[in-house]
């Protein structure tokens, strides 16, 4: 009797653990989708949190310090078709402004619930993962 109540209370506490390591796996993944964005820490990212990310990593981007980014300073985050696209003055290369109008765009699509924030869900749909590639 005594055995088969401490064997249940293993078991249960076993349970508890393996529900509990879940639960912190579970945090960690949808941190590592904010991570270094969500600089407020309510574990969404706004406009304002994807735009500052997306500027800094302009600025990295931008080896040559002039300002714009061409094809191979983007190095893949940009197909040349979403390059031309993003591009209204065709002259090949993004403006800080042209980069961070495309990262407003994305933003929008990342955001069907339209409520001017990206949870760690939206983050990664489709939608979300192309505007990430667009922020480290
Ligand atoms: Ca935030
Ligand atoms: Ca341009
Ligand atoms: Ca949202």
Same mark, same amino acid.
């Given at each position: 009797?005594t055995?088969?109540?401490r064997?249940v209370?293993?078991r ?11 639960g912190?796996?579970f945090?960690r993944?949808?941190r590592?989708?904010?991570y270094?964005l969500d ?10 949190e994807?735009?500052k990310a ?6 990295? $981007? /931008?080896?040559?310090h002039e300002? =714009?980014?061409?094809?191979r300073e #983007?190095?893949?985050? @940009?197909s040349?078709?979403?390059l031309?696209e993003?591009?209204?003055d065709?002259d090949g290369t993004?403006?800080k402004?042209?980069y961070l ?5 994305r933003f929008?699509?990342a955001d ?5 924030t $990206? /949870?760690?869900?939206e983050?990664k =749909?489709?939608?979300?993962?192309? #505007?990430?590639?667009? @922020?480290?």
């Amino acid at each position: 009797m005594t055995i088969s109540r401490r064997s249940v209370v293993l078991r249960v506490s076993v349970a508890l653990a393996l529900l509990t390591s879940g639960g912190i796996a579970f945090a960690r993944s949808s941190r590592n989708s904010l991570y270094g964005l969500d600089t407020d820490n309510d574990r969404t990212v706004d406009l304002e949190e994807a735009k500052k990310a997306a500027s800094a990593l302009f600025d990295r $981007l /931008d080896g040559d310090h002039e300002g =714009t980014l061409d094809r191979r300073e #983007l190095r893949g985050r @940009l197909s040349a078709k979403e390059l031309s696209e993003a591009d209204p003055d065709h002259d090949g290369t993004l403006t800080k402004s042209e980069y961070l109008a495309l990262v407003e765009k994305r933003f929008n699509a990342a955001d069907p619930d339209r409520d001017g924030t $990206l /949870d760690s869900r939206e983050l990664k =749909t489709k939608a979300g993962r192309a #505007l990430l590639r667009l @922020l480290r």
